[in-house]
């Protein structure tokens, strides 16, 4: 009993990753209905960022982590302005093709930078130190990657449900040209989605980054929380995160009963029992939209 508790709260901690690179994507695709592939590789180049300032500059941890969203910020609306935005009139797998060009730009450009090898994010908290609580540990960095993650889930939430900026990008999802007709600024609101995306991003990357730190290392967060997106609904951010917790739960049983060598193929299959059986995903009716 005490090993299922053990795998639970360690797929929660996981799923909290996996539910920061879903909102992410969701982000971009409640605004331009494309998946953005290049999610992961944008938040692997702000957190090298962050490790360039804390042990080249010799910065403190906070300032270089603030600074390196800020960075991510500008990443995502650069990206927007100058490649996605000059695209003629794209169809939704030419921007497939656009973001997927976009990650391995980023990926070359950080391997030849900084390198192919492992590297060390210094942080106050090792991967290895826990809590005990009688015979269960929990790790202090995933308790900090999870109330990370929920505080900037609410912060989310707020935003889009009452922020003018929110609502602004809720409507330009749901019909940009009504959108542009009430004088809404539909390019700048899907720079600024990019934007925000590529921050939320770089906060998994960043968390992350204390654990394991190369150029491949924000694949698998990218995948697991695509499918996690998938799984929820693309136009849905709580179910993208409800689906992000699930799949990570789902993944720890699946590693510890059945097999550790197939743990990863647990996202992927639900991929495509999702888009089989439930195209829209499990919380979002993807096809209905409001003007």
């Keep these: 009993m005490l090993d299922f508790i053990q795998m639970i709260v360690s ?5 909290s ?3 920061l690179m879903g909102l992410a994507m969701v982000i971009i695709y409640k605004t ?9 590789e944008m938040a692997l180049a702000s957190s090298f960022i962050a490790m360039m300032m804390l042990t080249t500059l010799k910065m403190s941890l906070v300032p270089a982590f603030f600074l390196a969203i800020a960075f991510a910020v ?3 609306c650069l990206l927007e302005f100058f490649i996605l935005r000059r695209a003629k009139d794209p169809n939704v797998l030419g921007m497939i093709v656009i973001t997927i060009g976009i990650e391995m730009m980023i990926l070359g450009t950080v391997s030849w930078k900084f390198g192919a090898e492992q ?6 908290i090792g991967p290895y130190d826990s809590y005990m609580i009688q015979d269960l540990f929990i790790g202090k960095l995933e308790v900090l990657i999870l109330v990370s993650a ?23 999802q749901q019909n940009n040209t009504a959108a542009k007709i009430v004088g809404v600024r539909t390019n700048r609101i899907l720079m600024m989605t990019w934007g925000i995306s590529s921050a939320v991003g770089a906060v998994a990357g960043l968390l992350i980054s204390p654990v394991m730190m190369h150029p491949y290392m924000m694949w698998d967060p990218m995948l697991k929380g695509f499918a996690a997106a998938v799984m929820g609904g693309m136009t849905s951010l709580p179910g993208a995160v409800i ?3 699930l799949l990570g739960i789902i993944e720890n049983l699946f590693g510890g009963y059945v097999s550790i060598e197939f743990k990863s193929v647990v996202a992927f299959v639900i991929i495509v029992l999702i888009l089989c059986f439930k195209p829209s995903g499990l919380f979002s009716r993807h096809y209905v939209k409001k003007v």
């Design 11 to 15: 797929g929660i901690a996981v799923g």
């Design 17 to 19: 990753t996996y539910a």
């Design 32 to 40: 331009s209905e494309v998946p953005n592939f290049a999610q992961g």
């Design 74 to 76: 500008l990443l995502g």
């Design 119 to 124: 590297k060390t994010m210094p942080f106050p």
């Design 150 to 172: 929920l505080v900037l889930m609410s912060v989310l939430f707020l935003f889009f449900r009452y922020s003018r900026l929110g609502l602004a990008m809720k409507a330009t």
């Design 243 to 245: 689906a992000a917790y």
